[in-house]
Protein backbone atom coordinates (compact mmCIF):
# COMPACT_ATOMS: atom_id res chain seq x y z
CA UNK A 1 0.00 0.00 0.00
CA UNK A 2 1.15 3.51 -0.85
CA UNK A 3 2.19 6.04 2.53
CA UNK A 4 0.00 9.54 2.89
CA UNK A 5 1.79 11.79 5.81
CA UNK A 6 0.13 14.17 6.90
CA UNK A 7 2.02 15.40 10.29
CA UNK A 8 -0.03 17.74 11.47
CA UNK A 9 -3.05 16.26 14.04
CA UNK A 10 -4.37 19.55 14.64
CA UNK A 11 -4.54 23.22 13.04
CA UNK A 12 -6.40 26.28 14.04
CA UNK A 13 -6.74 29.17 12.22
CA UNK A 14 -8.29 32.73 12.66
CA UNK A 15 -11.51 33.34 10.92
CA UNK A 16 -10.29 35.05 7.16
CA UNK A 17 -6.73 34.09 7.21
CA UNK A 18 -4.60 31.86 5.96
CA UNK A 19 -3.55 28.41 6.40
CA UNK A 20 -1.62 25.53 5.21
CA UNK A 21 -1.96 21.84 5.51
CA UNK A 22 0.76 19.90 5.04
CA UNK A 23 0.88 16.53 3.35
CA UNK A 24 3.87 13.54 2.00
CA UNK A 25 3.13 10.83 0.18
CA UNK A 26 5.61 7.68 -0.89
CA UNK A 27 4.97 6.45 -4.39
CA UNK A 28 7.46 4.53 -7.10
CA UNK A 29 4.70 5.75 -9.74
CA UNK A 30 5.33 8.19 -12.04
CA UNK A 31 1.37 8.47 -12.93
CA UNK A 32 -0.93 9.19 -10.17
CA UNK A 33 -3.50 11.60 -8.80
CA UNK A 34 -4.18 13.79 -5.45
CA UNK A 35 -7.03 14.75 -3.31
CA UNK A 36 -7.42 16.43 -0.81
CA UNK A 37 -11.04 15.74 0.98
CA UNK A 38 -12.99 17.36 4.03
CA UNK A 39 -15.26 15.34 6.31
CA UNK A 40 -17.09 17.66 8.62
CA UNK A 41 -18.66 15.68 11.63
CA UNK A 42 -21.38 14.32 9.93
CA UNK A 43 -18.80 12.11 8.43
CA UNK A 44 -19.29 12.87 4.97
CA UNK A 45 -16.20 12.95 2.60
CA UNK A 46 -16.51 15.58 0.76
CA UNK A 47 -13.61 16.43 -2.31
CA UNK A 48 -11.69 19.83 -1.68
CA UNK A 49 -9.44 19.82 -4.76
CA UNK A 50 -7.52 16.98 -7.32
CA UNK A 51 -4.17 17.46 -8.65
CA UNK A 52 -2.98 15.38 -11.86
CA UNK A 53 0.73 14.26 -11.44
CA UNK A 54 1.70 14.76 -14.64
CA UNK A 55 0.44 18.71 -14.48
CA UNK A 56 3.12 21.27 -13.00
CA UNK A 57 0.73 23.88 -12.78
CA UNK A 58 -1.34 23.83 -9.38
CA UNK A 59 -4.65 23.15 -8.88
CA UNK A 60 -7.16 26.21 -7.21
CA UNK A 61 -10.75 25.85 -6.54
CA UNK A 62 -11.96 29.19 -5.30
CA UNK A 63 -10.60 29.76 -1.92
CA UNK A 64 -8.45 26.45 -1.67
CA UNK A 65 -5.20 25.88 -3.32
CA UNK A 66 -2.77 23.31 -3.69
CA UNK A 67 1.50 23.82 -3.74
CA UNK A 68 2.79 20.32 -5.27
CA UNK A 69 6.08 19.53 -5.13
CA UNK A 70 6.14 16.30 -7.33
CA UNK A 71 10.38 15.62 -6.42
CA UNK A 72 9.84 16.23 -3.21
CA UNK A 73 6.50 13.79 -3.03
CA UNK A 74 4.55 16.94 -1.53
CA UNK A 75 0.93 17.90 -1.77
CA UNK A 76 0.08 21.03 0.66
CA UNK A 77 -3.43 22.60 0.60
CA UNK A 78 -3.95 26.17 1.39
CA UNK A 79 -6.91 27.96 2.54
CA UNK A 80 -7.56 31.37 2.15
CA UNK A 81 -9.86 33.60 3.84
CA UNK A 82 -10.80 30.72 6.30
CA UNK A 83 -14.52 30.88 6.63
CA UNK A 84 -16.42 29.14 10.29
CA UNK A 85 -18.11 26.32 7.31
CA UNK A 86 -14.04 25.32 6.81
CA UNK A 87 -13.94 23.43 9.97
CA UNK A 88 -13.09 19.94 9.81
CA UNK A 89 -11.18 17.12 9.03
CA UNK A 90 -9.25 17.12 6.19
CA UNK A 91 -7.43 14.17 4.38
CA UNK A 92 -4.84 14.18 1.67
CA UNK A 93 -5.35 11.18 -0.82
CA UNK A 94 -3.28 9.17 -3.15
CA UNK A 95 -5.15 7.14 -6.05
CA UNK A 96 -2.55 4.91 -8.18
CA UNK A 97 -2.89 4.65 -12.00
CA UNK A 98 -2.96 0.63 -11.51
CA UNK A 99 -6.00 -0.42 -9.75
CA UNK A 100 -7.25 2.72 -8.77
CA UNK A 101 -7.11 2.02 -5.02
CA UNK A 102 -7.13 5.54 -2.73
CA UNK A 103 -4.83 5.78 0.12
CA UNK A 104 -5.51 8.26 2.74
CA UNK A 105 -3.52 10.21 5.47
CA UNK A 106 -4.06 10.31 9.29
CA UNK A 107 -6.03 13.51 8.76
CA UNK A 108 -5.54 17.09 10.18
CA UNK A 109 -8.07 18.60 12.22
CA UNK A 110 -8.60 21.95 11.27
CA UNK A 111 -10.29 24.44 13.87
CA UNK A 112 -11.53 28.44 12.32
CA UNK A 113 -11.32 30.49 15.36
CA UNK A 114 -13.90 33.54 14.78
CA UNK B 1 -27.83 12.82 -8.93
CA UNK B 2 -28.23 10.47 -6.01
CA UNK B 3 -25.62 9.86 -4.01
CA UNK B 4 -23.66 6.56 -2.32
CA UNK B 5 -26.61 5.02 0.45
CA UNK B 6 -25.19 3.29 3.14
CA UNK B 7 -27.24 1.54 6.06
CA UNK B 8 -27.48 1.35 9.00
CA UNK B 9 -26.12 4.47 10.06
CA UNK B 10 -25.41 3.11 13.55
CA UNK B 11 -24.90 -0.39 14.88
CA UNK B 12 -24.17 -1.34 18.46
CA UNK B 13 -23.67 -4.91 18.65
CA UNK B 14 -21.86 -7.30 21.75
CA UNK B 15 -18.55 -8.89 20.63
CA UNK B 16 -18.63 -12.83 18.88
CA UNK B 17 -22.30 -10.98 17.22
CA UNK B 18 -22.14 -11.08 13.40
CA UNK B 19 -23.40 -7.35 11.51
CA UNK B 20 -24.34 -6.75 8.38
CA UNK B 21 -23.75 -3.13 6.60
CA UNK B 22 -25.02 -2.54 3.05
CA UNK B 23 -23.98 0.25 0.31
CA UNK B 24 -25.29 1.32 -3.06
CA UNK B 25 -23.30 3.31 -5.04
CA UNK B 26 -24.08 6.15 -7.68
CA UNK B 27 -25.48 4.76 -10.72
CA UNK B 28 -23.17 3.70 -13.53
CA UNK B 29 -19.80 3.08 -10.95
CA UNK B 30 -18.08 0.32 -12.11
CA UNK B 31 -15.95 0.34 -8.98
CA UNK B 32 -17.33 0.14 -4.80
CA UNK B 33 -14.89 0.56 -2.15
CA UNK B 34 -15.41 -0.39 1.46
CA UNK B 35 -13.27 1.87 4.01
CA UNK B 36 -12.81 1.15 7.59
CA UNK B 37 -12.13 4.43 9.83
CA UNK B 38 -11.12 3.57 13.02
CA UNK B 39 -11.70 7.40 15.42
CA UNK B 40 -8.91 8.99 14.98
CA UNK B 41 -7.25 7.72 11.68
CA UNK B 42 -8.01 7.98 8.37
CA UNK B 43 -9.84 5.83 6.02
CA UNK B 44 -8.31 2.12 5.37
CA UNK B 45 -9.23 0.34 2.44
CA UNK B 46 -10.63 -3.01 3.31
CA UNK B 47 -11.50 -4.00 -0.16
CA UNK B 48 -12.16 -2.88 -4.21
CA UNK B 49 -15.02 -3.93 -6.28
CA UNK B 50 -14.38 -3.54 -9.76
CA UNK B 51 -18.40 -4.62 -11.27
CA UNK B 52 -18.45 -7.81 -8.93
CA UNK B 53 -15.26 -8.87 -8.91
CA UNK B 54 -12.39 -8.14 -6.08
CA UNK B 55 -9.70 -5.89 -7.53
CA UNK B 56 -7.93 -5.33 -4.17
CA UNK B 57 -8.58 -7.11 -0.43
CA UNK B 58 -5.39 -7.52 0.64
CA UNK B 59 -6.45 -5.34 3.97
CA UNK B 60 -9.17 -7.19 4.70
CA UNK B 61 -9.20 -9.64 7.89
CA UNK B 62 -10.31 -12.58 6.08
CA UNK B 63 -11.38 -14.86 8.76
CA UNK B 64 -14.06 -12.62 10.33
CA UNK B 65 -14.49 -10.07 7.11
CA UNK B 66 -16.51 -10.44 3.91
CA UNK B 67 -18.14 -8.84 1.37
CA UNK B 68 -19.72 -9.19 -1.68
CA UNK B 69 -21.12 -7.55 -4.90
CA UNK B 70 -23.13 -9.89 -6.52
CA UNK B 71 -25.00 -8.05 -9.19
CA UNK B 72 -22.05 -5.42 -9.81
CA UNK B 73 -24.55 -3.19 -7.99
CA UNK B 74 -24.89 -2.93 -4.55
CA UNK B 75 -22.64 -4.30 -1.85
CA UNK B 76 -22.62 -6.33 1.68
CA UNK B 77 -19.84 -6.20 4.14
CA UNK B 78 -20.25 -8.72 6.88
CA UNK B 79 -18.35 -9.20 10.35
CA UNK B 80 -18.37 -12.18 12.00
CA UNK B 81 -17.93 -12.80 14.99
CA UNK B 82 -17.06 -9.13 15.63
CA UNK B 83 -14.81 -8.12 17.76
CA UNK B 84 -14.02 -5.06 20.26
CA UNK B 85 -11.12 -3.51 18.04
CA UNK B 86 -13.76 -3.61 15.22
CA UNK B 87 -15.27 -0.73 16.51
CA UNK B 88 -14.93 2.28 13.71
CA UNK B 89 -16.94 3.44 10.72
CA UNK B 90 -17.29 1.96 7.89
CA UNK B 91 -17.49 3.64 4.68
CA UNK B 92 -18.84 2.72 1.20
CA UNK B 93 -17.18 4.85 -1.80
CA UNK B 94 -17.97 4.72 -5.72
CA UNK B 95 -16.19 5.58 -8.27
CA UNK B 96 -15.62 5.75 -12.29
CA UNK B 97 -13.94 2.88 -13.54
CA UNK B 98 -10.69 3.73 -16.04
CA UNK B 99 -10.92 7.99 -15.06
CA UNK B 100 -8.20 8.85 -12.95
CA UNK B 101 -9.20 12.27 -12.50
CA UNK B 102 -12.63 11.25 -11.00
CA UNK B 103 -12.72 11.02 -7.30
CA UNK B 104 -14.60 8.72 -5.20
CA UNK B 105 -17.51 9.86 -3.54
CA UNK B 106 -18.66 8.66 -0.14
CA UNK B 107 -21.43 7.61 1.88
CA UNK B 108 -22.30 8.77 5.44
CA UNK B 109 -21.00 5.95 6.71
CA UNK B 110 -22.30 3.14 9.64
CA UNK B 111 -21.11 3.93 12.80
CA UNK B 112 -20.12 0.64 14.27
CA UNK B 113 -20.02 -0.08 18.27
CA UNK B 114 -18.35 -3.37 19.44
CA UNK B 115 -19.06 -3.64 23.38
Known amino acids: AQTVTQSQPEMSVQEAETVTLSCTYD???????LFWYKQPPSRQMILVIR??????QNATENRFSVNFQKAAKSFSLKISDSQLGDAAMYFC???????????FGTGTSLTVIP | EAGVAQSPRYKIIEKRQSVAFWCNPI?????LYWYQQILGQGPKLLIQ????????DSQLPKDRFSAERLKGVDSTLKIQPAKLEDSAVYLC?????????????FGQGTRLTVV
Open chain 2, 49 to 56: FQNNGVVD
Open chain 1, 27 to 33: TSESDYY
Open chain 2, 93 to 105: ASSLAGNMNTEAF
Open chain 1, 51 to 56: QEAYKQ
Open chain 1, 93 to 103: AYRRNTGNQFY
Open chain 2, 27 to 31: SGHAT
